[in-house]
């Protein structure tokens, strides 16, 4: 007999699944944020924005993390809307 998961293990697969919806993540405890993000990258969930959730929570174990893997943002360049000031 299989023995049933845990609350926990069911919420984090929970919040995997809705992490865009999600603005912030600096409350959770450090233990319970590495196993998120680790759920999350099983998952294959993570994408620009959630990135920013992680990295919003300057939590080092999950900063450390995603340098190890070299996870790196996507830096969108800035245009310029004009080459001079004239009209």
Known sequence: MRTPPSLLSLTIDLAVLNLPSISD?????DHILLDLFLK???AGK??????????ATGKEEVLSLIQS???RQTLTPVLPTRCSEKF
């Open 25 to 29: 993540l600096s409350p959770l405890p």
């Open 69 to 71: 893997l070299n996870i």
């Open 40 to 42: 999350t990258l099983r």
């Open 46 to 55: 993570l994408n620009e924005k959630v990135l920013k959730l992680f990295v």
